[in-house]
């Protein structure tokens, strides 16, 4: 046993503050004494008597799923590091996690439910202490309130990103109510990627396998080693270093890209432009892989503009709900009478006349070309030097040779069923004519703001093969592109050029997410026809059996008209139509809601939304703290921290192929549930069912059966608990190694191990046959679903238009405010608003900042940490000037998700620096409705007493208290000593519960 040591936090502050300085969290900022530093503060010495080290995954951030090791003495957490197991984080362990400690014996922790007594909006929400019984009886009691007056449609679900310990279940909360309305962070962070995937290749395939080490590594967009995703952090830091050539895409110089051979900084919200513009290049020069191109995509199709879109229903698509396809790509049905809907047509070189690709999922064998008897899968391969297999391209089809391009510029001449002769044009030839013809280079770098050369050289360092077997690695593409205003377009476009080239699901490539038999990406209470996995489990069987759409069943839903793919998605409702509906009543009042560990402020504009959930009948929150949300609740219940949820199944969301688990560390405060189990016994204050009846009580069932379920259809374990042992001793798994069909081969769209077939684990059923979910099932450039569901809207192609604001689009704005604010990067002790109460992260940073040029900064006279006024044409925040080289002159980058629990104002401060509360909530991507964040028209002035409230630069709370600003600000050393006594004395959380809003509670505390 490891020798016992002293109860207390092993991490010290200042060990915490050199590990955060070596992974480049500890920036300085001058103005804000951000280089004074915390004493240690006194903390109980005791003999240890048990010492435990667990094994687990990390859940200090949003998606990461580092693994990590938690050691435990006496039943209180007192260190977290890096687990070197964990290959796909790389023994990562930010400083994020280790500030987890902190949180878990946090003194604002929530730890009973709370009731309010005072009006929505004062200072002082009036908490009283509940039981959980009287809990549930409000929130059942204000529901019912709001649906009997104004049935279900009044009540909405805002979810942030997902938290395993909460908000993981807030579709179970709109099915106990029928909910139909979800807002969710989603709509603007990795929905529109995903969204964008399915219709394009699948769902989720903007991630990429960096652990494979690319060749060529483009970052384009967020700097993933100050991010949160699997394969982030250290992994693409060493991914970046072993890369041939590293190139890096951002308005800004980010931490990792100062090394990268090739910065592309362009102005910001163009990126569908260089996309294209790469694209241009890749064709010019012939580097698009013919094959794939010819044969895995639609790209041969023939589009005829000249017949009546034409159909079926009943395609479900990979992630979407069936809706009906109407296509003027030409079919069968389209040339001859009687003929084949399913069947589309292509110019046949080899023959010199029209042949078929039958895409009908109901006929004995879809998916071949006309004259093929069997599917044409590869045998022989090689195996790529990190694990794994890859197949050699199979023949193709006997007789097959689709045409690309048209001879005659007008297209190829056909004769329709009713006689009339046509032209139609292949869907590449489309794609040059009207996507990409246009962006030459010098458009390209007009448009973009760059150096021609610049994006020639570095397209053709990425698009040049070294391996002739295969291309240099993939898109990195993340969260930038997605907040464009364009996202739908823009991904679609990214996506369609790592196709071409060869660097979808090759080594090193977009390979989308890992799938393998470790079903549970959330946590395992989804064990019936009742769970709630299903968004809509208690309504499943309404359309079945019926040729009906299923999107029927969201035809009601806010916005769905005006961004009809948040219809198709059947995951979010489009935040703005959501809070302009709460303000007008129109189509229908919203008048209550639920939150679960998440805010209002991630989308849309963020003052608008607080208005608008200050006028709702009912709210109620689930989370670890008071924000700025919790604040306009009715009921408050505590959830759990990440080290004391019960264990689940994790596998890795990205391309890394990793999977462990989670395991619960330490008990969490008396009266904590685990959020499923708040859940399932709300359902039964409320007489609904949570499990099936016929399969036993329908609420008190242990989550533990559901575990072995998921554990068993690994294959590898019998039950959770022999697989938690096991994962202690051997640590993470890869994929490759333990499913060598499922995530070990590549070209898995050639093999028929991509599209689902039926059966429990959806994400494994192959059906076996080759290709892709989709309409064609094929790769779409000619995208069915957008022609589809946006009719007559000229979305079938990713045609470039400018961001909803831009100097181009909106040249009049940017008369008054004339510099282009780009929003949303990472911030490195931070996952978006989390994080703010935590001394050690806001000891490194205590206040939000603001990049500009020295140059920008010099003309405006502002100086190196003075406070700076942003404002817009919609509002205006204050932030603290950090003079930057990094950032192009004309350019300024703000930090989002501020607010401040030290203030006791009703809105804690968020009214102050949320830079969302200064966004266009109008300027939306025109398909999903994602808000536009980069590329706001703003100016930017110096904060004096005179033109600041209370006569001072520095934010004030409604009293006229400062924020903290400074890391050497009493009050975090106040937090830090009360964190270090709740670790020695968890008990002594409660009373400080008790305390709710007393102005005088850390001085009653302290002593």
């Given at each position: 046993?490891?020798?016992?040591?002293?109860s207390?936090f092993?991490?010290?502050?200042r060990?915490?503050l050199?590990?955060?300085?070596?992974?480049?969290a500890?920036?300085?900022?001058?103005?804000?004494?951000?280089?004074?530093?915390?004493?240690d503060?006194d903390?109980?010495?005791?003999?240890?008597?048990?010492v435990?080290?667990?094994?687990?995954?990390?859940?200090?951030?949003?998606?990461m799923e580092?693994?990590?090791?938690?050691?435990?003495?006496?039943?209180?957490?007192v260190?977290?590091?890096?687990?070197?197991?964990?290959?796909?984080?790389n023994?990562?362990?930010c400083?994020?996690s280790?500030?987890?400690?902190?949180?878990?014996?946090?003194?604002?922790r929530?730890?009973?439910?709370?009731i309010?007594?005072?009006p929505?909006?004062s200072?002082?929400?009036?908490?009283?202490?509940?039981?959980?019984?009287?809990?549930?009886?409000?929130?059942?009691?204000?529901?019912?309130d709001?649906?009997?007056?104004?049935?279900?449609?009044?009540?909405?679900?805002?979810?942030?990103?997902?938290r395993l310990?909460?908000?993981?279940?807030s579709?179970?909360?709109?099915?106990?109510?029928?909910?139909?309305?979800?807002?969710?962070?989603?709509?603007?962070?990795?929905g529109?990627?995903r969204?964008?995937?399915?219709?394009?290749i699948?769902?989720?395939?903007?991630?990429?396998?960096?652990?494979?080490?690319p060749?060529?590594?483009v970052?384009?967009g967020?700097d993933?080693?100050?991010?949160?995703y699997?394969?982030?952090?250290?992994t693409?830091?060493?991914?970046?270093?072993?890369?041939e050539?590293?190139?890096s895409?951002?308005p800004?110089?980010s931490?990792c890209?100062?090394?990268a051979?090739?910065?592309?900084?362009?102005?910001?919200a163009?990126?569908?432009a260089?996309?294209?513009g790469?694209t241009?290049?890749?064709i010019?020069?012939?580097l698009?892989?013919?094959?794939?191109?010819?044969?895995?995509?639609?790209?041969?199709?023939?589009?005829?503009d000249?017949?009546e879109?034409s159909g079926w229903?009943?395609v479900?698509?990979?992630i979407?709900?069936?809706f009906p396809v109407?296509?003027?790509?030409?079919?069968?049905?389209d040339?001859?009478e009687?003929?084949d809907v399913h069947?589309?047509?292509?110019?046949?070189?080899?023959t010199?006349k029209?042949?078929?690709?039958?895409?009908?999922?109901?006929?004995e064998?879809p998916?071949?070309?006309?004259g093929?008897?069997d599917?044409?899968?590869?045998t022989t391969g090689?195996?790529?030097e990190?694990?794994?297999?890859?197949?050699?391209?199979?023949?193709?089809?006997?007789g097959?040779d689709?045409?690309l391009?048209?001879?005659d510029?007008?297209?190829?001449t056909v004769?329709?069923k009713?006689?009339?002769?046509?032209?139609?044009k292949?869907?590449?030839?489309?794609y040059?004519d009207?996507?990409?013809?246009e962006?030459t280079?010098?458009?390209?770098a007009?448009t973009?703001?760059?150096?021609?050369?610049?994006?020639e050289?570095?397209?053709?360092?990425?698009?040049?093969?070294?391996?002739?077997r295969?291309?240099?690695?993939?898109?990195?593409?993340?969260?930038a592109?997605?907040?464009?205003?364009r996202?739908?377009q823009?991904?679609?476009?990214?996506?369609?050029?790592?196709?071409?080239?060869?660097?979808?699901?090759?080594?090193?490539?977009?390979?989308?997410?890992?799938?393998?038999?470790?079903?549970?990406?959330?946590p395992?209470y989804?064990?019936?026809k009742?769970?709630?996995?299903?968004?809509?489990?208690?309504?499943e069987?309404?359309?079945?059996?019926?040729?009906?759409?299923?999107?029927?069943?969201?035809k009601?839903?806010?916005?769905?008209?005006?961004?009809p793919?948040?219809?198709?998605w059947?995951?979010?409702?489009?935040?703005t139509s959501i809070?302009?509906?709460?303000h007008?009543?129109?189509?229908?009042?919203?008048?209550?809601?639920t939150c679960?560990?998440?805010?209002?402020?991630n989308?849309?504009?963020?003052?608008?939304?607080?208005?608008?959930i200050m006028?709702?009948d009912?709210f109620?929150?689930?989370?670890?703290?008071?924000?700025?949300?919790?604040?306009?609740a009715?009921v408050?219940?505590?959830?759990?921290?990440?080290?004391?949820?019960?264990?689940?199944?994790?596998?890795?969301?990205?391309?890394?192929?990793?999977?462990?688990a989670?395991?619960?560390?330490?008990e969490?405060?008396?009266g904590?549930y685990?959020?499923p189990?708040?859940?399932?016994?709300l359902?039964?204050?409320?007489?609904r069912?949570?499990?099936?009846p016929?399969?036993?009580d329908p609420?008190?069932?242990?989550?533990?059966?559901?575990?072995?379920k998921?554990?068993?259809?690994?294959?590898?374990?019998?039950?959770?608990e022999e697989f938690k042992?096991e994962?202690?001793?051997?640590?993470?798994?890869?994929?490759?190694?333990?499913y060598?069909?499922?995530?070990?081969?590549y070209?898995?769209?050639?093999?028929?191990?991509?599209?689902?077939?039926k059966g429990?684990?959806?994400?494994?059923?192959?059906d076996?046959?080759?290709?892709?979910?989709?309409?064609?099932?094929k790769?779409?450039f000619?995208?069915?679903?957008?022609?589809?569901?946006?009719?007559?809207?000229?979305?079938e192609?990713?045609v470039y238009?400018?961001p909803?604001?831009s100097?181009?689009?909106t040249?009049e704005?940017f008369?008054?405010?004339?510099?282009?604010?780009?929003?949303?990067?990472?911030?490195?002790?931070y996952?978006?608003?989390?994080?703010?109460?935590?001394p050690?992260?806001?000891?490194?940073?205590?206040?939000?900042?603001?990049?500009?040029?020295?140059a920008?900064?010099?003309?405006?006279g502002?100086?190196?940490?003075?406070?700076?006024?942003?404002?817009?044409?919609?509002?205006k925040?204050?932030?603290?000037?950090d003079?930057?080289?990094?950032?192009?002159?004309?350019?300024?980058?703000?930090?989002?998700?501020?607010?401040?629990?030290?203030?006791?104002?009703?809105?804690?401060?968020?009214d102050?620096c949320?830079?969302?509360?200064i966004?266009?909530?109008?300027a939306?991507d025109?398909?999903c409705?994602?808000?536009q964040?980069?590329?706001?028209p703003v100016?930017?002035y110096?904060?004096?007493a005179?033109n600041?409230?209370?006569?001072n630069?520095?934010?004030?709370?409604?009293?006229?208290?400062e924020?903290?600003?400074?890391?050497s600000?009493p009050?975090?050393?106040?937090?830090?000593?009360?964190?270090?006594?709740?670790a020695?004395?968890?008990?002594?959380?409660?009373?400080f519960?008790?305390?709710?809003?007393?102005?005088n509670?850390?001085?009653?505390?302290?002593s």
């Amino acid at each position: 046993m490891e020798r016992a040591k002293p109860s207390r936090f092993t991490m010290t502050r200042r060990s915490f503050l050199k590990t955060a300085a070596i992974t480049g969290a500890a920036a300085s900022l001058a103005g804000t004494s951000a280089m004074t530093a915390l004493a240690d503060s006194d903390t109980v010495e005791q003999t240890s008597t048990e010492v435990k080290r667990i094994r687990t995954a990390c859940r200090g951030c949003g998606k990461m799923e580092c693994g990590v090791w938690v050691t435990v003495e006496n039943g209180r957490a007192v260190k977290i590091e890096g687990d070197d197991s964990a290959w796909q984080s790389n023994g990562n362990c930010c400083t994020k996690s280790q500030a987890s400690l902190q949180a878990a014996y946090h003194p604002d922790r929530l730890r009973y439910p709370m009731i309010r007594t005072n009006p929505k909006g004062s200072d002082d929400p009036g908490w009283k202490r509940a039981t959980y019984d009287e809990a549930f009886a409000a929130i059942i009691n204000g529901m019912n309130d709001v649906v009997d007056k104004y049935t279900n449609k009044g009540f909405v679900s805002i979810e942030g990103t997902s938290r395993l310990y909460a908000s993981s279940c807030s579709r179970a909360y709109r099915d106990l109510f029928d909910g139909l309305n979800s807002a969710a962070a989603t709509q603007i962070c990795k929905g529109p990627r995903r969204e964008t995937g399915a219709m394009t290749i699948e769902n989720g395939i903007h991630w990429q396998a960096v652990v494979d080490y690319p060749k060529v590594y483009v970052q384009w967009g967020t700097d993933q080693t100050q991010s949160n995703y699997d394969e982030a952090c250290r992994t693409t830091v060493e991914a970046a270093q072993r890369a041939e050539i590293f190139i890096s895409i951002d308005p800004r110089v980010s931490n990792c890209g100062h090394s990268a051979d090739y910065h592309l900084p362009l102005r910001p919200a163009t990126d569908l432009a260089l996309a294209l513009g790469w694209t241009r290049i890749v064709i010019d020069r012939e580097l698009y892989d013919d094959f794939i191109v010819k044969y895995y995509s639609n790209a041969p199709f023939l589009v005829c503009d000249d017949i009546e879109p034409s159909g079926w229903i009943g395609v479900k698509g990979n992630i979407s709900a069936k809706f009906p396809v109407n296509t003027r790509l030409l079919k069968e049905s389209d040339i001859v009478e009687g003929g084949d809907v399913h069947k589309f047509m292509v110019w046949n070189n080899a023959t010199g006349k029209l042949a078929w690709f039958n895409a009908d999922e109901g006929a004995e064998k879809p998916g071949l070309w006309e004259g093929q008897t069997d599917y044409n899968i590869p045998t022989t391969g090689w195996e790529y030097e990190r694990g794994g297999w890859v197949p050699d391209y199979p023949e193709p089809p006997e007789g097959i040779d689709p045409a690309l391009w048209c001879e005659d510029p007008d297209g190829f001449t056909v004769t329709l069923k009713d006689g009339r002769q046509v032209k139609c044009k292949t869907v590449w030839q489309r794609y040059w004519d009207d996507c990409v013809s246009e962006w030459t280079l010098e458009k390209t770098a007009e448009t973009c703001d760059l150096d021609p050369k610049l994006i020639e050289d570095a397209c053709l360092a990425w698009a040049t093969r070294i391996d002739p077997r295969c291309g240099n690695g993939g898109l990195n593409a993340q969260l930038a592109p997605e907040q464009t205003g364009r996202s739908t377009q823009t991904f679609r476009a990214i996506y369609l050029l790592f196709f071409m080239t060869g660097n979808y699901d090759e080594p090193g490539g977009n390979r989308g997410m890992t799938r393998n038999r470790c079903a549970s990406a959330i946590p395992p209470y989804t064990a019936s026809k009742y769970s709630t996995q299903s968004a809509l489990s208690f309504t499943e069987g309404k359309y079945a059996g019926t040729e009906e759409s299923e999107m029927e069943k969201r035809k009601d839903i806010v916005g769905g008209d005006k961004f009809p793919l948040t219809k198709w998605w059947n995951t979010w409702c489009d935040s703005t139509s959501i809070w302009e509906t709460c303000h007008t009543g129109e189509p229908y009042p919203i008048k209550a809601g639920t939150c679960g560990a998440g805010d209002f402020m991630n989308n849309s504009n963020a003052m608008y939304a607080w208005e608008a959930i200050m006028d709702f009948d009912f709210f109620f929150v689930v989370d670890l703290w008071h924000t700025p949300g919790s604040r306009l609740a009715d009921v408050i219940l505590p959830a759990n921290h990440w080290l004391e949820c019960t264990g689940w199944l994790r596998q890795s969301q990205g391309s890394s192929g990793a999977f462990g688990a989670n395991v619960p560390c330490i008990e969490p405060p008396s009266g904590v549930y685990y959020e499923p189990d708040l859940v399932k016994n709300l359902y039964k204050a409320a007489g609904r069912p949570f499990f099936d009846p016929e399969e036993g009580d329908p609420w008190d069932r242990p989550f533990t059966d559901a575990l072995d379920k998921h554990v068993a259809n690994m294959g590898m374990f019998d039950s959770w608990e022999e697989f938690k042992e096991e994962f202690q001793k051997h640590g993470w798994w890869q994929s490759k190694d333990v499913y060598p069909e499922d995530w070990g081969t590549y070209r898995r769209y050639m093999m028929g191990y991509l599209r689902n077939g039926k059966g429990g684990n959806k994400a494994l059923m192959y059906d076996g046959i080759p290709g892709t979910s989709l309409p064609t099932m094929k790769v779409e450039f000619w995208s069915t679903i957008m022609e589809s569901l946006v009719p007559g809207a000229n979305a079938e192609l990713p045609v470039y238009d400018e961001p909803p604001m831009s100097p181009v689009s909106t040249p009049e704005l940017f008369e008054d405010y004339p510099l282009i604010m780009t929003t949303g990067r990472r911030i490195p002790v931070y996952f978006h608003n989390e994080h703010r109460q935590l001394p050690w992260c806001r000891e490194i940073w205590p206040a939000p900042r603001v990049e500009i040029n020295p140059a920008d900064a010099a003309a405006a006279g502002i100086a190196q940490g003075d406070w700076v006024w942003i404002e817009s044409a919609w509002g205006k925040v204050r932030q603290c000037a950090d003079l930057f080289h990094g950032v192009k002159p004309g350019v300024i980058n703000c930090e989002h998700q501020w607010w401040f629990p030290e203030l006791n104002d009703a809105t804690k401060g968020f009214d102050l620096c949320n830079i969302n509360n200064i966004n266009n909530k109008n300027a939306q991507d025109p398909y999903c409705g994602s808000c536009q964040v980069r590329g706001i028209p703003v100016k930017i002035y110096k904060a004096t007493a005179e033109n600041s409230p209370f006569g001072n630069p520095v934010p004030c709370g409604a009293d006229g208290t400062e924020i903290i600003h400074d890391a050497s600000d009493p009050r975090l050393k106040q937090w830090k000593k009360a964190c270090d006594k709740i670790a020695a004395d968890p008990s002594l959380g409660e009373s400080f519960s008790d305390l709710h809003q007393d102005s005088n509670k850390w001085e009653v505390f302290s002593s």
